[in-house]
């Protein structure tokens, strides 16, 4: 549908278990943090939906390959697209990568389906759906590329 949303982190200890591997419930954490950082790169967040428009996006299926391990310290890059918008739900697929040796870590994908407050299914606003489809919003307080100071 649109191209993929990329957020950085870097693996905390309390993640990793005795073998300094993460464990397995880590990563739908990392698949929230790169949902939240898709929808605030398009201009809104889950607390707007829920607060404004009484829209909440309920986990109802959750699907993870896992492919490589991650360590205690790796910087790994969360890449999340939307990849299906129907009227009642929404489907995000997720990348976990490792750059500094180009592994592919998981992949992933999330369905939820869109409630009210009273946990009745509901549509999803059209504007948020326009929101989703959108190009992201270019971040003000960023530097040019290449223009960073040293």
């Not at 419930?25 to 707007?48: K, V």
């Amino acid at each position: 549908m649109n191209d993929w949303h990329e957020t950085q982190i870097r693996v905390r200890y309390a993640e990793t278990d005795k073998m300094g591997i993460v464990h397995h419930s880590n990563y739908p954490i990392w698949f929230e943090i790169g949902r939240s950082e898709y929808c605030r790169a398009r201009g809104f967040s889950y607390l707007d939906m829920e607060e404004k428009d009484n829209s909440l996006l309920v986990v109802a299926e959750i699907y993870c390959r896992y492919k490589s391990p991650a360590y205690y310290e790796d910087e790994i890059t969360i890449r999340t697209k939307c990849a299906e918008i129907r009227s009642r739900s929404i489907r995000f697929v997720y990348e976990i990568y490792r750059e500094t040796d180009d592994t592919i870590l998981a992949e992933a994908e999330s369905l939820h389906v869109i409630t009210d407050n009273n946990k009745k299914v509901r549509t999803l606003p059209q504007s948020y759906k326009e929101m989703l489809l959108a190009p992201e919003i270019p971040d003000e307080d960023a530097f040019p590329e290449n223009q960073a100071p040293s």
